[in-house]
């Protein structure tokens, strides 16, 4: 079956520094994947995707690029901000039969960015 | 647009007790789901469903049933409330079809069960 493992975390960062978020993945069909955001208090929302190989998924400074050598999804950041503290959980979407392409996520990593 | 709205926000049960957890959109979209979060265990999938009529089961079915008569309304119903479903429930969304299309989530219920 289809599985995602990220790094669980927590991760505690200082304002402006580099974020590395590690996610591999395996699929039994050629998946999408996605970075989502839940921030204190809310429901998830998408930060970005990618749909195909070698494909880099950007948003708000925020890119992940699809290796699938690797069968990777890092996610990635130059410059942290305290408003980007949050869970960001990685995820798959991948054909389950026929067109029905259900959505696996990853635990989730907690991040916190201090001033 | 409204999006994904969930009801109630908050609620606390007492052990054997019932509920519906209602869950709407307004995007029209085929795909519906149900997950529950709770700490260290990430998003697990309760029950989805592809289209009006038609529902299945996720990783963690027991104990919640479900049904879909219309596109905009997906209840989660708990028959008989337990401890153990003390959890923040999520509602979701997505167009069916597209391997690469966005899942929209509602804010959330957060259910404690005494």
Redesign the interface.
Known sequence: GNSVTQMEGPVTLSEEAFLTINCTYTATGY??L?W?VQYPG?????LL?A?KADDKGSNKGFEATYRKETTSFHLEKGSVQVSDSAVY?CAL???VGG?????T????TLLTVNP | NAG?TQTPKFQVLKTGQSMTLQCAQDMNHEYM?WYRQDP????R?IH?S?GAGITDQGEVPNGYNVSRSTTEDFPLRLLSAAPSQTSVY?C?S?L????????Y????TRLTVT
Do not use: C, H, I, W
């Open positions: 998946p999408s996605f989502y809310e429901g998830l929302q998408l995707k749909t959980f979407s991948d054909d067109s029905n392409y259900k959505l996520f990853g635990k989730g | 994904v789901s260290g265990m990430g998003l999938l989805y592809v999520f979701a997505r069916g079809g597209q391997r690469f299309s966005e899942q989530f509602g804010p959330g």
